[in-house]
């Protein structure tokens, strides 16, 4: 049987598509992810909208720009995500 030790598990982190909407903070950014959801009852689908707050360490990006975020380790008590580099 072998043994697994921490640095063989392989971390598998979410990365989600989004639009930014705010780059006033330093190295920090708010990201717009928007999706489909469907109603249970009347089975149409509506907008649902949640923003991140998100790490870009070079304040690279720009407001309306469509960035890929990555989930990370805690940053800060809001930020959980960092940009990537496409």
């Known amino acids: ?6 640095t063989d598990k392989k971390v598998i982190r979410r990365t989600l ?3 930014v ?10 990201v717009a992810i928007t999706r489909l ?16 707050k998100v ?6 990006t720009k407001k309306g720009e469509e960035v890929t975020i ?4 805690p940053l800060s008590r809001d930020k959980r995500w960092e940009i990537i580099k496409d």
Request: aromatic letters at 8%; proline letters at 4%; hydrophobic letters at 30%.
């Open 37 to 52: 959801r469907k109603h249970p009852k009347y089975l149409r689908y509506y907008k649902v909208t949640k923003r991140f």
């Open 1 to 6: 049987m072998a043994v697994i030790t921490p």
């Open 17 to 19: 598509v989004g639009v």
């Open 55 to 60: 790490h870009d360490e070079m304040n690279a």
């Open 21 to 30: 909407v705010s780059d006033k903070m330093n190295k920090t950014r708010v």
């Open 70 to 73: 990555r989930e990370t380790r």
